[in-house]
């Protein structure tokens, strides 16, 4: 798998459909990416705009030393973190205050397991640093190499190493103290 790299290519020799390619591949998983950081989904996604936007204006910035995934996502790191410098304290309200969820709704019982194992996951994966969480979302949900995290987030190799390792023990540790089988 290249990563994007063909398409980025294509769309240098001027195929303008191989970057609404890129678009389509990237564009969710940035977003949630740079989410993690600002914690507000409508500023994620228009810095994962202003990724892409920034990619159509500086085309030959990108040099293919690294796949084009993980440039995508160290763009978007750095947006998100000059994005936090900039930004003045606003004052956040948890989902759940806003969501408005009845108990009167008549869930299965299947669905209300696979929700409290979901919430047991979220509530063990909170409960970690921030640095651990990046590197279990980039590694288990975006597929992404160690030294592709490595990349990311400024780190050799090893360090992710022992980040994930930690983690997964933090995990497992969590999951076992609400119950849950792992």
């Given at each position: ?58 085309k030959k910035r990108y040099n293919f030393s690294v796949s084009l995934k993980t440039?995508?996502?160290?763009l978007g790191r750095s947006r998100a973190l000059d994005y936090i410098r900039r ?46 969480r990046l590197v279990v979302h980039m590694t288990y949900f975006e597929d992404m ?38």
């Amino acid at each position: 798998m290249d990563h994007g790299e063909s398409s980025y290519r294509r769309y240098l020799c001027g195929d303008e459909e191989a970057f609404a390619e890129i678009v389509k591949e990237y564009f969710d998983h940035l977003t949630f990416f740079i989410r993690r950081y600002v914690g507000d989904c409508a500023a994620a996604e228009d810095l994962a705009m202003d990724v892409f936007a920034w990619l159509i204006v500086h085309k030959k910035r990108y040099n293919f030393s690294v796949s084009l995934k993980t440039y995508l996502f160290m763009l978007g790191r750095s947006r998100a973190l000059d994005y936090i410098r900039r930004r003045d304290k606003l004052p956040m309200m948890e989902l759940s205050e806003i969501a408005d969820i009845s108990d009167q709704s008549p869930y299965p019982e299947e669905m209300l397991l696979l929700d409290e194992r979901k919430q047991a996951i979220h509530s063990a994966l909170a409960g970690l640093s921030e640095e651990m969480r990046l590197v279990v979302h980039m590694t288990y949900f975006e597929d992404m190499s160690a030294d592709e995290v490595a990349k990311v987030l400024k780190k050799n190799r090893k360090q992710v190493y022992n980040l994930l390792y930690r983690a997964k023990n933090a995990l497992r540790i969590a999951l076992e103290k609400e119950g849950e089988l792992i």
